[in-house]
């Protein structure tokens, strides 16, 4: 059998050969194209016996702020495994490694575990973004205890530091941080009497984690 090829069908070949050198070390074009033909085959026959059925996706439980693989797939491969978190002048971060998934409308807040609603941080960018989300909801707790306290007089209970050093340390793993690292940094802090409060905590433990 002979075919006449052009020239970004014979790149094409050279390219396939150089990837199998091991698989086919003579290199021989015959072999080569049969095993991509073997490939093209499989392929084709999958999808027509597959066509139109999208693949059964696991459901994740309403709520539930497990990502799921399909989702990390996705988001991984749209954001180039790369940080997507971009500066004021439009800069890309380009840190590729230690990456999480994060919700960019906030889990917390009732931001869906979606392709759509998912993106890649790394560490310091997602602290960053956490102290965001944190500043925010401590001003809307300000909010709150301001509409309490003019509701009744009586001055709120203050939250024992426990608690404080609590939450501090399951947001921090939220974020993605090492349990060990998290709680090592809740009791730097306390060493370091900072103010037993939820933003000061949250403050200087991701000082601490994120030099
Ligand atoms: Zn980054």
Redesign the pocket.
Known sequence: MELTAGVAFRDKLEQASALLSHKVPNGDPATILELALDLLIERETKRRSGAGKPRKRRETKPGSRHVPVEVQRAVRERDGDQ?T?SDAEGRR?S?KRFLTIEHVDPFAKGGPTTVDNCCL??R??NAHRARQVFGDEHIQNKISEARANRRQSAPPAPTPNHDVSEKVLGALVRMGFKRADARRAVEQARVREVEPLLEPMLRATLAILTP
Do not use: G, K
């Open positions: 940080c978190f971060c840190a941080l790394c310091p960018h």
